[in-house]
């Protein structure tokens, strides 16, 4: 019997958790590190998202390992060099979460356009100061999108139905929606300039401070991609000195963040930096259609391997 483990299990519910119950023994539980790794050390399969860290010490404590399924796009979770040392598979998404994160990068520029985290907090407490919450119209504005796989190329297509012009920087792309540019002229023209590239050696701490102060100093930036991307420290200091005017992020260096970490500490004090729990990709849709393809990819690999009745 196939011994699976669910870490985030809200994420596998309904077809996906009986998809997983066809194949095996599933324990579907959130744990701390310490019962995580006594666990794993009876698992053969290890179902999870972003959350769950699967790092090098964890994996060596996998003595009966053969697949990990992660139901998201990037695999910055998970040590893939030593998963392959050990022969563990790995099955991910590809191309699932374009719509929700393209939606949700274009609901955190317009709520950081028009102010309307804080606006809404300003009414809470029994207020009505409209004269606080002047906002940015999107029409007639310039959108810069890095990065022009599908969920770039999704946005894009967004910002033309609000009437932006669009421009675009991805040294993998020729020709697109949107007018191709050098990243430098991208963040000069940009009053919007949103992230959408993969994280990489080539794209790590891409956005630095002196990337922040060529932008102008109107400008917003938009994060849903990875936040090392951008190099926190240089966003601090650019957001603290009105080198741009704002920010929103969905994303985190360690995840899930903590109370300390620099961003969160920031946004308390300031109502210039917009911040989600890495909900991208988090709607009713999105999360079925995952765990399905996801349970699904489980069990063709492990019919693969020979582990299941199928095909080899």
């Known amino acids: ?69 992660s139901a998201t796009t990037g695999l910055n979770h998970i040590d893939t060099k030593q998963a392959e040392t050990m022969d563990i598979r790995i099955v991910n998404l590809h191309g699932m979460h374009t719509v929700p994160t393209a939606e949700h990068a274009f609901a955190l520029m317009l709520s950081l356009c028009r102010k309307i985290p804080w606006a809404y907090e300003n009414m809470r407490r029994g207020k009505w100061e409209r004269y606080k919450f002047f906002g940015m119209q999107l029409e007639g504005k310039t959108l810069g999108v890095i990065g022009m796989g599908k969920i770039g190329n999704r946005v894009a297509g967004y910002g033309k139905a609000f009437g932006m012009n669009v421009v675009a920087f991805d040294p993998y792309v020729k020709e697109s929606v949107a007018e191709m540019l050098q990243l430098p002229e991208l963040l000069e023209r940009s009053d919007i300039v949103t992230i959408h590239a993969m994280l990489t050696k ?12 060529s932008m102008k100093r109107t400008a917003l930036l938009i994060n849903t991609a990875r936040e090392r991307i951008v190099d926190e420290d240089a966003l601090l200091k650019a957001l603290s000195e009105g080198a741009i005017a704002g920010a929103a992020f969905d994303v985190f260096a360690k995840e899930p963040a903590s109370r300390e970490d620099p961003l969160l500490v920031y946004a308390k004090k300031n109502r210039n930096l917009l911040l989600t729990p890495h909900i991208g990709a988090s709607t009713d849709k999105a999360i079925h259609d995952s765990g399905v393809e996801i349970a699904n990819g489980v069990s063709e690999e492990l019919k693969r391997m020979g582990l299941l009745p199928g095909k080899r």
Do not use: C, H, W
């Open 202 to 213: 080539e794209t790590e701490n891409m956005i630095g401070y002196e990337q922040l102060q």
């Open 1 to 69: 019997m196939v011994n699976i483990l669910v870490t985030e299990p809200e994420y596998f519910e309904g077809d996906a958790l009986r998809i997983l119950k066809s194949i095996g023994r599933v324990k579907a539980k959130r744990m701390g590190r310490p019962e995580l790794e006594k666990e794993i050390e009876n698992t053969d399969v290890l179902v999870v998202r972003i959350e769950t860290a699967v790092d090098s010490s964890l994996l060596r404590k996998a003595k009966r390992l053969k697949v990990i399924g």
